[in-house]
């Protein structure tokens, strides 16, 4: 049973800092890839930042240079280090992740992922 659950979220100012973590259990590392996506009220779900197979990453162009997606060696943590942050970076992030036997990373189709966090806000002000 696979389950995600996210941390870190909050409220902070322009310009500053926030890391947001996913802990996860119950499924296998190697077989998985793993993304945070963000929706803001009256907009869809997007996705932020990824990371697939041998740790490959991809990021939307709006955050590319100001985050940096990492997991930890047994992939039960997801961390995202967002720098920068802009008022447009308000909304609630998710974790999610899906079973993966692809190559690279494997997108930004939200509806493949089987498998989501709660949410955690953040609020750039």
């Known amino acids: 049973h696979v389950q995600l659950v996210e941390s870190g979220g909050g409220s902070v100012q322009a310009g500053g800092t926030l890391t947001l973590s996913c802990a996860a259990s119950?499924?296998?590392?190697?077989?998985?890839?793993m993304a945070w996506f963000r929706q803001a009220p009256g907009k869809e779900r997007e996705g932020v930042a990824g990371?697939?197979?041998?740790?490959?990453?991809d990021y939307a162009d709006s955050v590319k240079g100001r985050a940096t997606i990492s997991r930890d060696s047994d992939g039960t943590t997801l961390n995202l280090v967002m720098r920068n942050l802009k008022p447009e970076d308000s909304a609630i992030y998710y974790c999610?992740?899906?079973?993966?036997?692809?190559?690279?990373?494997?997108?930004?189709?939200?509806?493949?992922?089987?498998?989501w966090g709660q949410g955690t806000q953040v609020t750039v002000s």
């Open positions: 999610a992740s899906r079973v993966y036997y692809g190559y690279g990373f494997c997108g930004f189709t939200a509806s493949r992922y089987t498998y």
């Open positions: 119950g499924f296998v590392y190697g077989r998985s890839c």
């Open positions: 990371i697939g197979v041998h740790d490959t990453t």
